[in-house]
């Protein structure tokens, strides 16, 4: 059986306020971490939100830990999506 793909959807608000808290955990856990893509809004001058994705990992619970981490930053919401085959 091959192990699950674990997605982490990671919405940022005040994405300027947050990036480097945001950035601080992303690094720590930089070995659990297979992909990673970010997108932000496309406007005059700095876009205020942004979103992460990224590929994680390991077993669940490393996602967890990771999400959790990010959860207690504020303007963060994290969200899980665990693709079986």
Same mark, same amino acid.
């Given at each position: 059986?091959?192990?699950? $793909?674990?997605?982490?959807?990671i ?8 990036a480097s @808290?945001?950035?601080?955990? /992303?690094? =720590?856990?930089?070995s =659990?971490?297979k992909?990673r893509?970010? /997108? $932000?809004?496309?406007s @005059?001058g700095d ?5 992460v994705?990224? @590929?994680?990992?390991g077993e669940?619970?490393?996602a967890?830990d990771?999400? =959790?981490? /990010? ?6 919401e994290?969200?899980k999506m665990?693709?079986? $085959?």
């Amino acid at each position: 059986m091959h192990p699950p $793909h674990l997605i982490l959807g990671i919405h940022v608000t005040h994405r300027l306020q947050h990036a480097s @808290e945001v950035q601080r955990v /992303l690094t =720590a856990a930089g070995s =659990a971490i297979k992909t990673r893509l970010g /997108l $932000h809004e496309v406007s @005059e001058g700095d876009s205020p939100n942004g979103l992460v994705i990224l @590929e994680v990992r390991g077993e669940e619970s490393v996602a967890d830990d990771l999400m =959790a981490q /990010l959860n207690a930053i504020a303007g963060i919401e994290v969200k899980k999506m665990v693709f079986t $085959h």
